[in-house]
């Protein structure tokens, strides 16, 4: 501890140099945290997928039957399934388009991470055009409880018009993701009676079963039930359809670890050249240290702690920065700010490597000044 | 002019005794410039793609409000009015060059990992091969009309597992032998499968097409033809030049990946950034005397300027080009599978252009500052200095 001082004033010997290399380190740890948010982000969205909670989509992408919810529902394990059928419009901007989902009371069965009351459900399922939104959807268009909101869609209902309109009965959010999920939940007899193709079909069932443990197995059951009908299903737990949605997206992993590859080479470079040009321009003041007793360890560990000081507190720096900075980024963008979570244990891996850069770049002039001859360094040679 | 020369001359001669913190800046270039070139190489390749499905005499016609073929949907008396309107080419043999298409998807696994990949199966109209003469059998046959048959393009076959001609892939009512391969000049096309719509409406028993495309007499009749369609009775539609439709389609994707690549390269860029800074501080500082006593000779403070940005101009130059050339040889032809899409990555020569303009002027700043204060030395101080 005694010898902080010391340490300090090397650090600050060539205070525009410290603060080029500290900024360089604090910049790649921004880096670094972004990336461990995204990474983070889709582990999340696997944790949080549930185990049990089956998805039965269409196999080849043509609707299925309304019929097979019941049919589903008679399976041995299965506490309850609903049928959904997304309707795809936009509200004043057509730019905007997002999906209405068109179900029934069972779907919140199914999803009870929606805080939607009974008397909410109640009232939707007495109101045909009803719907329930989520908080974040209500803010996006500025919609209140009792609106009446007209929603342009590209399926044409019977009277030959394009509009739908909805009206506010609730609304509601989503405990798993609180004040950012996009929900807008209607009935599902709206749609099928008002449209004139596909009627009486769906695009998806959710099924809710008791034991998760049979998970796969109840899925092959459904599958098999209409593997030889003209519309075959493909169902998985919606947890082992988050992990193929997360892996299908791209080698994420491998291109997050690429570009950590890159940063952190770059900081060795960095770093190292740094502390080199420092210890190569204080030859003569660690050969009057050296003089003065120091011995050579303390001489190499002096450069090292300097290393190890400017680089935990620049990476600190960058991951707090990262840390606080996303979820402003997620208040000014939801649908981003979703994807992104920078867990704990990031901070640790970052000192981690931060650590690992100060003693690697650190090492070879640490050398020098240690193996550095006093009377060389004081004639100046 | 002739100071400028011999200033940087002189700067220049002295960097191999700088050898470390000039490749500093360099290796920190390369890695910022690598990396967005790399990732914008995706949206490079992706962009190509789609560019090449289109063509500007083809028009593409969806339902109103359908923000892509998945979304739309037209009945087969829709799709009969279409094909009689004017602008629309003949042929002797079809009468009339178009297609409605019916699109659905089969999920395959990819040949690198094994996961499950959607891929496209397109169900075309007989006057297929007149609309779309780019689509060419490399090998095997075309598929018979009421058979269930398909032929898959060169990428889905290269990329995905099981689809070699005599493979039999799973789609409604059994399993479809694949009968040929094909080709179509790089286009989306050659990571689908194709089929007759006829049939595979049948087997998935539906009615409704998903899309209709049509080859246009001439790039200009365009207007007319679209006229006629949103004049005529019936349900509105959507009608797009093919070219626009597909740039359409591939915006909101090439964006979100050029936001990555310039969030990414940007953020390590300016780590590079402050490397160079740091390397033309120090070398300015160190050369503090030589640079007073040029200025005692006569040395304009502009040629001083000058030397030092164009010393880091030159470092970030290596960087950029190092950057670009390990960009080139680890990713450019690569095909990458993205869902059941396959890109080829394209390292363009407009990206070398973005790459090494990135880094230039990153090393413009870099080089500004450490000038203007090496202009800025006052020569008696700098000349006592040491």
Redesign the interface.
């Given at each position: 501890m005694k010898y902080l001082p010391l340490v300090w004033a090397g650090l600050w010997r060539?205070p525009?140099?410290t603060i080029?290399?500290f900024?360089?380190?604090t910049?790649?740890f921004?880096?670094f945290g972004?990336l461990a948010a995204i990474s983070g982000g889709l582990a999340h969205a696997v944790n949080a997928a549930r185990v049990d909670r089956l998805i039965a989509d269409p196999?080849?992408?043509?609707n299925m039957p309304y019929a097979y919810v019941d049919r589903v529902a008679g399976l041995p394990g299965v506490t309850v399934v609903a049928p959904r059928q997304i309707l795809?419009?936009?509200y004043r901007d057509?730019k905007q388009?997002f999906g209405i989902v068109m179900s029934d009371r069972r779907f919140f069965a199914v999803r009870p991470e929606l805080t939607a009351t009974k008397e909410q459900i109640d009232l939707l399922m007495r109101t045909r055009t009803g719907a329930l939104i989520t908080v974040l959807s209500a803010k996006q268009f500025g919609w209140k409880v009792g609106d009446r909101v007209p929603v342009?869609?590209?399926t044409?209902k019977k009277d030959?018009s394009?509009v739908w309109t909805f009206d506010i009965l609730g609304i509601i959010d989503n405990v798993d993701q609180p004040g950012r999920s996009r929900f807008f939940i209607s009935n599902y007899d709206y749609v099928d009676e008002e449209r004139t193709?596909?009627k009486g079909t769906i695009d998806r069932m959710l099924v809710r079963i008791k034991d998760p443990a049979r998970a796969t197995a109840t899925s092959r059951a459904i599958d098999a039930m209409f593997a030889n009908s003209?519309?075959?299903t493909?169902t998985g737990s919606e947890k082992s359809q988050a992990q193929?949605g997360v892996?299908?997206?791209?080698d994420i992993g491998f291109f997050i670890r690429a570009?950590i590859v890159?940063?952190l080479?770059?900081?060795l470079?960095?770093t190292g050249?740094?502390m080199?040009?420092s210890v190569r321009e204080r030859g003569a003041e660690f050969a009057v240290l050296k003089a003065m007793g120091y011995s050579d360890t303390k001489l190499l560990a002096i450069v090292m702690a300097e290393s190890i000081i400017l680089c935990l507190m620049a990476g600190l720096a960058g991951l707090a920065i990262a840390k606080l900075g996303i979820p402003r980024i997620a208040d000014l963008d939801p649908d981003t700010g979703r994807l992104l979570l920078m867990p704990w244990s990031a901070i640790g891996t970052g000192m981690g490597f931060a650590l690992l850069v100060a003693l690697v770049s650190a090492l070879a002039p640490g050398l020098r000044a240690r193996r550095l001859s006093i009377t060389d360094a004081l004639a100046g040679r | 002019m002739k100071q400028i020369i011999a200033v940087t001359l002189m700067n220049l001669r002295t960097v191999p005794d700088r050898l470390?913190?000039s490749?500093?800046v360099v290796?920190?270039m390369a890695?910022?410039v690598?990396?967005l070139v790399s990732i914008l190489s995706m949206s490079a390749g992706f962009l190509r793609t789609m560019e090449s499905t289109g063509s500007p005499d083809r028009a593409i016609v969806l339902?109103?409000?359908?923000?892509g073929e998945?979304?739309?949907?037209l009945?087969r008396e829709t799709v009969t009015t279409l094909s009689d309107m004017p602008g629309v080419q003949t042929d002797p043999k079809f009468k009339r060059v178009v297609s409605a298409d019916y699109?659905?998807?089969?999920?395959v696994a990819k040949k690198d990992?094994g996961?499950?990949?959607y891929v496209t199966?397109r169900g075309v109209g007989p006057a297929n091969a007149a609309l779309r003469p780019e689509i060419k059998l490399v090998s095997g046959r075309m598929f018979r009309p009421g058979q269930y048959e398909i032929i898959t393009g060169v990428a889905a076959q290269s990329q995905f597992a099981g689809l070699k001609e005599g493979d039999r892939v799973?789609?409604?009512?059994g399993e479809w032998l694949v009968v040929g391969t094909f080709e179509s000049g790089g286009s989306m096309t050659e990571s689908e499968l194709l089929a007759d719509a006829a049939t595979l409406m049948s087997?998935?028993?539906?009615t409704?097409f998903k899309s209709f495309t049509v080859r246009l007499n001439s790039p200009d009749a365009l207007a007319l033809f679209k006229r006629s369609v949103t004049s005529r009775p019936g349900?509105?539609l959507q009608i797009e030049r093919e070219t626009d439709y597909f740039a359409d389609q591939s915006r909101s994707f090439t964006k979100f990946l050029n936001t990555i690549a310039y969030?990414?390269g940007g953020?390590?860029g300016?780590?590079?950034m402050?490397?160079a800074?740091?390397?033309m501080?120090?070398a300015v500082s160190s050369r503090q005397r030589e640079i007073a006593t040029l200025r005692a000779l006569g040395f304009g403070a502009g040629a001083v300027v000058t030397s030092v940005i164009v010393e880091a101009l030159l470092f970030c130059a290596a960087g950029a080009l190092v950057g670009i050339a390990v960009a080139l040889a680890l990713f450019n032809g690569n095909e990458?599978a993205?869902?059941g899409m396959v890109i080829r990555l394209a390292v363009t020569p407009q990206l070398a252009v973005t790459g090494a303009g990135f880094a230039l002027v990153l090393g413009l700043v870099g080089g500004l500052l450490p000038g203007i204060r090496a202009a800025r030395l006052p020569v008696a101080t700098a000349l006592r200095a040491v």
């Amino acid at each position: 501890m005694k010898y902080l001082p010391l340490v300090w004033a090397g650090l600050w010997r060539r205070p525009a140099r410290t603060i080029f290399t500290f900024l360089s380190i604090t910049v790649a740890f921004i880096l670094f945290g972004i990336l461990a948010a995204i990474s983070g982000g889709l582990a999340h969205a696997v944790n949080a997928a549930r185990v049990d909670r089956l998805i039965a989509d269409p196999k080849f992408g043509t609707n299925m039957p309304y019929a097979y919810v019941d049919r589903v529902a008679g399976l041995p394990g299965v506490t309850v399934v609903a049928p959904r059928q997304i309707l795809v419009g936009y509200y004043r901007d057509p730019k905007q388009a997002f999906g209405i989902v068109m179900s029934d009371r069972r779907f919140f069965a199914v999803r009870p991470e929606l805080t939607a009351t009974k008397e909410q459900i109640d009232l939707l399922m007495r109101t045909r055009t009803g719907a329930l939104i989520t908080v974040l959807s209500a803010k996006q268009f500025g919609w209140k409880v009792g609106d009446r909101v007209p929603v342009i869609s590209n399926t044409v209902k019977k009277d030959g018009s394009k509009v739908w309109t909805f009206d506010i009965l609730g609304i509601i959010d989503n405990v798993d993701q609180p004040g950012r999920s996009r929900f807008f939940i209607s009935n599902y007899d709206y749609v099928d009676e008002e449209r004139t193709l596909e009627k009486g079909t769906i695009d998806r069932m959710l099924v809710r079963i008791k034991d998760p443990a049979r998970a796969t197995a109840t899925s092959r059951a459904i599958d098999a039930m209409f593997a030889n009908s003209g519309a075959p299903t493909r169902t998985g737990s919606e947890k082992s359809q988050a992990q193929t949605g997360v892996q299908s997206i791209g080698d994420i992993g491998f291109f997050i670890r690429a570009v950590i590859v890159a940063v952190l080479f770059m900081l060795l470079f960095l770093t190292g050249n740094t502390m080199m040009q420092s210890v190569r321009e204080r030859g003569a003041e660690f050969a009057v240290l050296k003089a003065m007793g120091y011995s050579d360890t303390k001489l190499l560990a002096i450069v090292m702690a300097e290393s190890i000081i400017l680089c935990l507190m620049a990476g600190l720096a960058g991951l707090a920065i990262a840390k606080l900075g996303i979820p402003r980024i997620a208040d000014l963008d939801p649908d981003t700010g979703r994807l992104l979570l920078m867990p704990w244990s990031a901070i640790g891996t970052g000192m981690g490597f931060a650590l690992l850069v100060a003693l690697v770049s650190a090492l070879a002039p640490g050398l020098r000044a240690r193996r550095l001859s006093i009377t060389d360094a004081l004639a100046g040679r | 002019m002739k100071q400028i020369i011999a200033v940087t001359l002189m700067n220049l001669r002295t960097v191999p005794d700088r050898l470390g913190s000039s490749l500093v800046v360099v290796v920190g270039m390369a890695c910022a410039v690598g990396a967005l070139v790399s990732i914008l190489s995706m949206s490079a390749g992706f962009l190509r793609t789609m560019e090449s499905t289109g063509s500007p005499d083809r028009a593409i016609v969806l339902s109103d409000g359908a923000l892509g073929e998945w979304g739309s949907t037209l009945s087969r008396e829709t799709v009969t009015t279409l094909s009689d309107m004017p602008g629309v080419q003949t042929d002797p043999k079809f009468k009339r060059v178009v297609s409605a298409d019916y699109s659905g998807y089969t999920v395959v696994a990819k040949k690198d990992d094994g996961l499950d990949a959607y891929v496209t199966v397109r169900g075309v109209g007989p006057a297929n091969a007149a609309l779309r003469p780019e689509i060419k059998l490399v090998s095997g046959r075309m598929f018979r009309p009421g058979q269930y048959e398909i032929i898959t393009g060169v990428a889905a076959q290269s990329q995905f597992a099981g689809l070699k001609e005599g493979d039999r892939v799973s789609l409604p009512e059994g399993e479809w032998l694949v009968v040929g391969t094909f080709e179509s000049g790089g286009s989306m096309t050659e990571s689908e499968l194709l089929a007759d719509a006829a049939t595979l409406m049948s087997s998935m028993r539906t009615t409704a097409f998903k899309s209709f495309t049509v080859r246009l007499n001439s790039p200009d009749a365009l207007a007319l033809f679209k006229r006629s369609v949103t004049s005529r009775p019936g349900p509105a539609l959507q009608i797009e030049r093919e070219t626009d439709y597909f740039a359409d389609q591939s915006r909101s994707f090439t964006k979100f990946l050029n936001t990555i690549a310039y969030v990414v390269g940007g953020i390590m860029g300016l780590g590079a950034m402050f490397g160079a800074l740091n390397t033309m501080y120090s070398a300015v500082s160190s050369r503090q005397r030589e640079i007073a006593t040029l200025r005692a000779l006569g040395f304009g403070a502009g040629a001083v300027v000058t030397s030092v940005i164009v010393e880091a101009l030159l470092f970030c130059a290596a960087g950029a080009l190092v950057g670009i050339a390990v960009a080139l040889a680890l990713f450019n032809g690569n095909e990458h599978a993205l869902g059941g899409m396959v890109i080829r990555l394209a390292v363009t020569p407009q990206l070398a252009v973005t790459g090494a303009g990135f880094a230039l002027v990153l090393g413009l700043v870099g080089g500004l500052l450490p000038g203007i204060r090496a202009a800025r030395l006052p020569v008696a101080t700098a000349l006592r200095a040491v």
